[in-house]
């Protein structure tokens, strides 16, 4: 079992900078690939920025490239989503999830409870 804590979500004016973070715990936390994934209202949830076990592989959606960066940091269980030059688009409830297989979103199987971004325009 893997327990995910998200925090540092809040409102942000167009063209800011928010950062991220995912607790986690149980035994095997560390081995997990962890996910950003984001929900906006009325749309269904979307894939944003995934990283590997081990910190060395990265993925991000169209979308948030080359804005967002997630970065994780395995002696303190946390994974972090960088997320910079924001646009009201990016308003959602952000999800951090852990999954065993980095480019397969719906292998995602540990969710946290969210944090809500919202970008004023």
């Known amino acids: 079992q893997v327990q995910l804590v998200e925090s540092g979500g809040g409102l942000v004016q167009a063209g800011g900078s928010l950062r991220l973070s995912c607790a986690a715990s149980?035994?095997?936390?560390?081995?997990?690939?962890i996910g950003w994934f984001r929900q906006a209202p009325g749309k269904e949830r979307e894939f944003a920025a995934a990283?590997?076990?081990?910190?060395?592989?990265?993925y991000y959606a169209d979308s948030v490239k080359g804005r967002f960066t997630i970065s994780r940091d395995n002696a303190k269980q946390t994974v972090y989503l960088q997320m910079n030059s924001l646009k009201a688009e990016d308003t959602a409830v952000y999800y951090c999830?852990?999954?065993?297989?980095?480019?397969?979103?719906?292998?995602?199987?540990?969710w946290g409870q969210g944090t809500q971004v919202t970008v004023s325009s």
């Open positions: 999830a852990a999954g065993p297989v980095l480019v397969v979103p719906s292998t995602y199987e540990y």
């Open positions: 149980g035994r095997t936390s560390s081995s997990y690939n």
């Open positions: 990283i590997s076990w081990n910190g060395e592989q990265t």
